[in-house]
Structures are given as structure tokens and as C-alpha cells.
């Protein structure tokens, strides 16, 4: 749904926050796709493709990880770009500039298809466990190291730094952009930032105690504690990839208004149609 609305309002298009958010959707719907349909297929009817398929293997981890950090990175850039918008200074307000995001996006693609090769050139199945995992120690390490920082700390931090800052903004221009779609724009932002912080802080936490905890002996009881909460929280980051439509339902009513007029267009065409055809058989039948 957020995809056909930022495709079809031109000014949601036009827009650098929401070109951010329609980027957003994407890598989040392919996320999702990729990801989540995988786990359930695996879980559900014991198909696991990454233990028989090394294409699959190399690609499904690949992948998730080039969608993921897009989308991170998106969401960063939405933020900053946003306290430009918002700023009461006018350099800084020409800042946000659609056509800089177009290429600011377009480079952040190329770098993370780039950052993804080493991830598809090491993963491998292991010939004794059959399982789909990274074969060079010093990258699996970098790994941890990068959902560490790329994936929790830098967008939670960099959001909210940004998104303080823009709401001081907001509160300073209360008057000029009260009535504005600027400010709902600024709204569904927000809330974008609180939905990332609640969903990707305690991922990040995890991380951290993995981290701390390596090279500890761990009994039975502990894994599975451990197994269970990971499950737990890897659930909670699901959360931020499909969350994004229903925080801009409850935090933007022009998204809202957009919404619903496509979901009724079908019921407003056949209205129209039932007005017509009575029309034309009058017509017809006068002639």
C-alpha cells in the first residue's frame, strides 16, 4: 500500500522525506519476501534451501543484508533530511533537494551492493553440518561488528539525534507550518523514528551480549534461553519492515484520505458506470 501511494501522489514523489519512504517500502517488502517467507517455509514444511542450494546459500543472506541496510539507511537520510526541511534556516532548508536525493540514493544502493560481495563470496554450506554459514572467521566477526553498528546503533543514535532536532524545529515554526502537509510529512517521521528505535534497540542489545558473551561456556539451559530470545527479538525487528504503512495511517490523515480513495476507487468507477448505462439506454432508446 505505501508503494502505491507514494507512486501515484505526485507531490509524495516530488517530496525527499517520502522519495526516502518509497525507497523504504521496496527494500522492505523484498525484505520481507526474501526473509520472513524463507523462515516460514523452513519452520513450517522443513524445506530449508540454504542447506541444499549453495546459490540460495550465497543469495538469500546477500540479499538481506543489501535490502536491510538500505532501508536503514533510508530511514537515517529521511530524518536528516527532515531537520533540514523543517530548519529555520534558509541555507540549510535548500539542502533538501530532491535531486540530491535521487543521487544520494542511488549511491547508497551502489554501496551496499558493494558491501554485500564479501558476504556472497564467503558464505558457503559446511560439508559436516549442512548448514548455510560464513566460512571466513575474521568476516563472520566483522558481521556482528556490522549489525552492531550499521543496522542498530548508527540509525537509532542518528535518528535520534535528528529527530530532536526537528522537533525543536517544529515547536520554533509551530505558526508557519501548522496548517502544511509539510508538517504531517514531518509527523509520519517522527513516528518512523520511534517505530526504529522500539524495534531495533533491543536487536541491538542482543548483539552487544552476544558479543560480550563469546568464548563463555554456556550450559543446555542457557542456549536455550538465549535461542528463545533471539527468536523473540529477531520477531520484534519484523516489526519495523511492516510497520511503516500503519504508522503513517495513524500519523499522517492526507495518507490516510490517499488510502482510502484507492481502496474505493473500484466501488466509485462502478458507481459511475451504474449512473452512465441508465443514461446511454434513454439515449438509445429516444433515438
Not at 526473509?35 to 550465497?58: A, E, H, P, Q, Y
Not at 566483522?142 to 539525534?161: A, D, E, G, K
Not at 529477531?234 to 495518507?255: D, E, K
Amino acid at each position: 500500500m505505501n508503494i502505491l501511494i507514494f507512486l501515484s501522489v505526485r507531490s509524495y514523489r516530488k517530496t525527499p522525506s517520502t522519495f526516502y519512504f518509497l525507497i523504504i517500502s521496496i527494500t522492505n517488502i523484498i525484505y520481507i519476501l526474501i526473509n520472513l517467507i524463507s523462515r516460514i517455509v523452513s519452520t513450517g514444511f522443513l524445506i530449508d534451501l540454504t542447506r541444499t542450494s549453495i546459490i540460495w546459500c550465497k543469495a538469500r543472506l546477500s540479499l538481506i543484508g543489501v535490502f536491510g541496510l538500505i532501508s536503514f539507511t533510508c530511514s537515517s537520510l529521511a530524518t536528516i533530511d527532515q531537520f533540514f526541511a523543517t530548519s529555520p534556516n534558509v541555507q540549510l532548508r535548500r539542502c533538501s533537494n530532491i535531486k540530491w536525493t535521487y543521487r544520494i540514493i542511488f549511491l547508497t544502493i551502489l554501496l551496499c551492493i558493494l558491501h554485500a560481495i564479501p558476504c556472497f563470496i564467503y558464505l558457503d554450506i559446511s560439508p559436516s553440518t549442512k548448514t548455510c554459514l560464513v566460512t571466513n572467521n575474521a568476516y563472520n566477526f566483522y558481521l556482528s561488528l556490522y549489525s552492531l553498528s550499521l543496522i542498530s546503533t548508527f540509525p537509532v543514535i542518528i535518528m535520534s539525534i535528528f529527530g530532536y532536532l526537528t522537533y525543536r524545529h517544529i515547536n520554533l515554526r509551530r505558526i508557519l507550518i501548522r496548517e502544511s502537509a509539510d508538517r504531517q510529512i514531518t509527523r509520519m517521521t517522527l513516528i518512523q523514528v520511534i517505530l526504529v528505535i522500539t524495534t531495533i534497540t533491543p536487536y541491538g542489545i542482543q548483539i552487544t551480549y552476544n558479543l560480550i558473551t563469546t568464548g563463555i561456556y554456556k550450559d543446555t539451559d542457557r542456549i536455550i534461553k538465549e535461542s528463545f530470545s533471539l527468536t523473540i527479538i529477531s520477531l520484534l525487528t519484523y516489526v519495523y519492515f511492516v510497520g511503516s504503512c500503519y504508522t503513517f495511517l495513524i500519523s499522517s490523515s492526507r495518507f490516510r484520505r490517499a488510502v482510502k480513495d484507492h481502496i474505493c476507487f473500484w466501488r466509485r468507477r462502478a458507481q459511475v458506470a451504474a449512473l452512465i448505462y441508465p443514461i446511454q439506454e434513454r439515449i438509445v432508446f429516444r433515438n
